[in-house]
């Protein structure tokens, strides 16, 4: 799924990705790549997924085909929210909520519905902050200058004080976990 979520990130990006030094080398920036072509891998990324999603507890299928939404949502969130890190997290670490779900089954009654313990939930919590904290990171490194020229959000634009207390916060979290 990660696969897919990059795939969909450079048919959404492509004409931001040709202008910018970094990523204008991606094959659909660089018209390497059509469109079409891109459509049809992301087909064949998505099958395969959904394939593997088909091997595990029903309760995994549930979670797996939720997450897609997400996937889609990130490249969209970087237009509309100054937090896109978190839907970035949220996105990427679905998989751990997938693989305790198939490690432990997920049966509620007669409903195959994922049911999550306290130490799961505050391990995505904690994988989440981590994603904002690196992704944040790397978006002061390399982007701040980007998301101001080409008008997309990132929290590392929002606001410095409020960044730098969200940045201390998240470090902590993580180390409390």
Not at 11 to 33: C, F, G, Q, Y
Not at 82 to 102: C, E, K, S
């Amino acid at each position: 799924m990660r696969g897919a979520g990059c795939t969909i990130n450079d048919m959404w990006d492509r004409r931001i990705d040709a202008a910018v030094s970094r990523t204008k080398t991606r094959p659909l920036a660089a018209k390497e790549l059509r469109l079409r072509q891109a459509t049809a891998w992301l087909g064949l990324q998505l099958s395969l997924s959904f394939l593997i999603l088909l091997q595990l507890p029903a309760p995994c299928l549930f979670l797996g085909l939720t997450s897609l939404g997400l996937v889609v949502v990130y490249p969209l969130a970087k237009r509309v929210t100054n937090w896109p890190q978190a839907v970035l997290g949220l996105t990427f670490n679905t998989g751990i909520l997938i693989g305790y779900t198939a490690a432990v089954g997920g049966e509620l009654g007669y409903i195959a519905a994922p049911s999550f313990t306290p130490a799961i939930l505050t391990m995505y919590g904690g994988a989440i902050a981590w994603t904002l904290l690196y992704d944040t990171i790397y978006a002061h490194q390399v982007n701040k200058i980007i998301h101001y020229t080409i008008y997309t959000s990132s929290n590392c634009v929002f606001n410095g004080v409020v960044q730098r207390i969200t940045n201390i916060s998240l470090k902590l979290r993580i180390l409390e976990i």
